[in-house]
Nanobody, 116 residues
Framework: QVQLVESGGGLVQPGGSLRLSCEAS????????MGWYRQAPGKQRDLVAS???????NLADSVKGRFTISRDDAKNTVYLQMNSLNPDDTAVYFC??????????WGQGTQVTVSS
């Protein structure tokens, strides 16, 4: 069993920053891809950013230049640094990890609210 625990969400004013963290624990074997998705009310869950073991990243167009994804394999942890937040970034953010056997794991989600 693998558990993903997210932290760092909350309420922030427009233009502010937040840093999300997600740590995997349990029977973790060779995580290949780590990523973050988000889901706003009434909308589908969309990819925000992903990063593979070699460090290559992929970011959604809507967050390029504002968000940065990074990983620490020694800690089985992925981070999402979010800057210049705006109300459109309000959503539940989910951590996602895929291991070398293509098994996919999800976190429970953390709420990010951008509002004045």
């Amino acid at each position: 069993q693998v558990q993903l625990v997210e932290s760092g969400g909350g309420l922030v004013q427009p233009g502010g920053s937040l840093r999300l963290s997600c740590e995997a624990s349990g029977s973790v074997f060779s995580i290949t891809t780590m990523g973050w998705y988000r889901q706003a009310p009434g909308k589908q869950r969309d990819l925000v950013a992903s990063i593979i073991r070699r460090g290559t990243t992929n970011l959604a167009d809507s967050v390029k230049g504002r968000f940065t994804i990074s990983r620490d394999d020694a800690k089985n942890t992925v981070y999402l640094q979010m800057n210049s937040l705006n109300p459109d970034d309000t959503a539940v953010y989910f951590c996602n990890m895929i291991d070398y056997r293509s098994r996919t794991y999800w976190g429970q989600g953390t709420q990010v609210t951008v509002s004045s």
